[in-house]
């Protein structure tokens, strides 16, 4: 007799118990990795353990350096919770152990991406024919997306990249912005097409590419081109004018991709939509879930409007594969085999919210960007260094690149929220990204006096410049 439930109940259990304090507890973990592994580590036992008792010592093991990504206060990266219908699905995800390769081991897994889709496409406006992957994240998406955009070039210089490689292949041209995300160049580089290759194309101070640059450096790329755009700057939020830069990938026939890992959300709302005008002219797309959906880690689609290429490029082909004809197989859009069934998070996250819960919860963040910007740049000194278009906040607190430091390390050090800093032009600053459900306006406030206070200790008592 197998219980197949055994661990559940002592798994829900503490779920229950850190999702309960997630509001509370300290943003930032207690020990380091080498704390953990002083709980947990030691050589693999002989003899098993019972399932509750596993659970039970792996959470006592983990707690202390488990972060509070999740919770209301973590502005570091772009992190994003889980709302609650995605995370109960996400669970029975594990319990269903669905393998969404094909359709013939797991027609609901099947549905649910085709449905899902459906959903994804129709909240950003992009076309409807359009296939989608449900890959692990941003990088993964944008490495699926530039693998269809290199078949598609090639294919047109009359080259089959998926038999032939890229060994004598007819050169190609890749434009991308120079604030273009570090996941396009790791892509770049997982595609042979090296990391170092792009011609970089100048951006103006918000990050944002120049069109007039980009058409002037197709005007001296000839043959097959790609072109990498990007809704929503990973540090500003700032979007790439897609309108002239479709125009010109247009008249140049390039490929045009765009990494909205994030920022593509705002197509979903109607307050922001005006930062998308465009984007649809694209021919591929890269947006996570687990960012801004809110849905748990891992869950990412990768959108390309020419699902030829995408099959092309991502296909599963071998003599043991049954294919059932007419239905779809998640593995031919995506670079894994086997994989679980993460569409279905994704499913519920879009259902618990609809339409308007997706545009609400997108507006709502960025307001409280807004807000948060509000209160740090009334902080003495202090500049707030990007147009707050989205749900980013660049601060600069007074005293150097080394004050700005310390005011990031005091922060962490505080724990009420959780942030982290990057070079901007040249200066080291402090990043927010609002990015939660569950975040609310007092949160940011809270966090915004803990913010101030960390600049004030790092300036000392009497505001003088003590580093
Ligand atoms: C986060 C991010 C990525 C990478 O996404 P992952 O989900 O971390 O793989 C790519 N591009 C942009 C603009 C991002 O913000």
């Given at each position: 007799?197998h219980?197949?439930?055994?661990g559940?109940?002592?798994?829900a259990?503490?779920a229950?118990?850190?999702l309960?304090?997630l509001?509370d507890?300290?943003v930032?973990?207690?020990?380091d990795?080498a704390?953990v592994?002083?709980?947990?580590?030691?050589?693999?036992p002989?003899?098993?353990?019972?399932?509750?008792?596993?659970?039970d010592?792996?959470v006592a093991g983990?707690?202390?350096?488990l972060?509070?990504?999740a919770?209301?206060r973590h502005f570091?990266f772009?992190i994003?919770?889980?709302?609650?219908?995605a995370?109960?699905a996400?669970?029975?995800?594990?319990?269903?152990?669905?393998?969404a390769?094909?359709?013939?081991?797991?027609?609901?897994?099947?549905?649910?991406?085709?449905?899902?889709?459906?959903?994804?496409?129709?909240?950003?406006?992009?076309?409807?024919t359009?296939s989608?992957?449900?890959v692990?994240g941003?990088?993964?998406?944008?490495t699926t997306?530039?693998?269809?955009?290199?078949?598609a070039?090639l294919?047109?210089?009359?080259?089959?990249v998926?038999?032939?490689?890229?060994i004598?292949?007819?050169?190609?041209?890749i434009?991308?912005?120079?604030?273009a995300?570090?996941t396009?160049?790791?892509?770049?580089?997982?595609?042979g097409?090296?990391?170092?290759?792009?011609?970089r194309?100048e951006?103006d101070?918000?990050g944002?590419m120049?069109?007039?640059?980009l058409?002037?450096a197709?005007?001296?790329?000839?043959g097959?081109?790609?072109?990498?755009a990007q809704?929503?700057?990973?540090?500003?939020?700032?979007?790439d004018a897609?309108?002239?830069?479709a125009?010109?990938?247009?008249?140049?026939g390039a490929?045009l991709?765009?990494?909205g890992?994030f920022g593509?959300?705002a197509?979903?709302a109607?307050?922001l939509?005006?930062l998308?005008?465009?984007v649809e002219r694209?021919d591929?797309w890269a947006?996570?879930?687990?960012k801004w959906?809110?849905?748990?880690?891992d869950g990412?689609?990768?959108?390309?409007a020419?699902?030829?290429?995408?099959?092309?490029?991502m296909?599963l082909?071998g003599p043991?594969?049954?294919?059932?004809?007419?239905q779809?197989?998640?593995t031919n859009?995506?670079?894994?085999s086997?994989?679980?069934a993460?569409?279905?998070?994704?499913?519920?996250?879009?259902?618990?919210?609809g339409?308007?819960?997706?545009?609400?919860?997108?507006?709502r963040n960025c307001?409280q960007?807004?807000?948060?910007?509000?209160?740090?740049g009334?902080i003495p000194?202090?500049?707030?260094?990007?147009?707050?278009?989205?749900?980013q906040?660049?601060v600069r607190?007074?005293?150097?690149?080394d004050?700005?430091?310390?005011?990031?390390a005091?922060v962490?050090r505080d724990?009420?929220?959780?942030l982290?800093?990057?070079?901007?032009n040249?200066e080291?600053?402090?990043?927010?990204?609002v990015?939660?459900?569950?975040t609310?306006?007092?949160?940011v406030?809270?966090?915004?006096?803990?913010?101030?206070?960390?600049?004030?200790?790092?300036?000392?008592?009497?505001?003088?410049?003590?580093?």
């Amino acid at each position: 007799m197998h219980d197949r439930t055994a661990g559940l109940s002592a798994a829900a259990r503490h779920a229950r118990e850190f999702l309960g304090g997630l509001d509370d507890r300290p943003v930032a973990a207690r020990v380091d990795a080498a704390g953990v592994r002083d709980a947990l580590g030691g050589p693999l036992p002989d003899r098993g353990e019972a399932a509750d008792a596993v659970i039970d010592g792996l959470v006592a093991g983990v707690e202390p350096g488990l972060v509070a990504t999740a919770g209301p206060r973590h502005f570091g990266f772009v992190i994003g919770g889980a709302l609650p219908a995605a995370l109960a699905a996400d669970w029975l995800v594990s319990a269903w152990d669905q393998n969404a390769a094909f359709h013939s081991l797991s027609p609901a897994a099947a549905a649910i991406e085709e449905i899902t889709s459906g959903w994804t496409l129709d909240l950003f406006g992009l076309p409807k024919t359009a296939s989608v992957g449900f890959v692990t994240g941003g990088q993964g998406a944008n490495t699926t997306c530039l693998a269809a955009a290199r078949h598609a070039v090639l294919a047109k210089a009359g080259w089959n990249v998926e038999d032939d490689g890229l060994i004598g292949a007819p050169p190609m041209h890749i434009l991308c912005g120079e604030r273009a995300h570090a996941t396009i160049d790791t892509a770049l580089r997982q595609l042979g097409l090296g990391a170092r290759t792009p011609i970089r194309i100048e951006a103006d101070d918000q990050g944002r590419m120049r069109p007039d640059a980009l058409r002037d450096a197709l005007s001296h790329a000839a043959g097959p081109t790609i072109v990498c755009a990007q809704a929503g700057n990973v540090a500003t939020g700032a979007f790439d004018a897609f309108e002239p830069i479709a125009d010109a990938c247009t008249a140049h026939g390039a490929w045009l991709h765009v990494d909205g890992a994030f920022g593509l959300w705002a197509a979903a709302a109607p307050a922001l939509r005006h930062l998308t005008v465009g984007v649809e002219r694209a021919d591929s797309w890269a947006v996570d879930a687990h960012k801004w959906l809110n849905v748990p880690y891992d869950g990412a689609m990768a959108i390309v409007a020419d699902s030829d290429a995408h099959v092309a490029a991502m296909g599963l082909a071998g003599p043991y594969l049954v294919a059932d004809p007419g239905q779809r197989d998640g593995t031919n859009y995506v670079p894994e085999s086997s994989r679980r069934a993460r569409a279905f998070p994704i499913y519920a996250a879009l259902r618990s919210l609809g339409r308007t819960g997706v545009a609400e919860l997108i507006e709502r963040n960025c307001a409280q960007a807004r807000r948060m910007a509000e209160r740090l740049g009334a902080i003495p000194g202090a500049r707030i260094v990007n147009d707050v278009v989205l749900n980013q906040v660049l601060v600069r607190l007074p005293g150097g690149d080394d004050a700005n430091r310390a005011a990031v390390a005091a922060v962490q050090r505080d724990g009420t929220c959780w942030l982290g800093g990057t070079t901007w032009n040249d200066e080291y600053m402090l990043r927010v990204s609002v990015s939660n459900w569950a975040t609310t306006d007092d949160d940011v406030d809270r966090s915004a006096e803990a913010i101030a206070r960390a600049a004030q200790a790092v300036r000392g008592p009497a505001g003088a410049e003590t580093l």
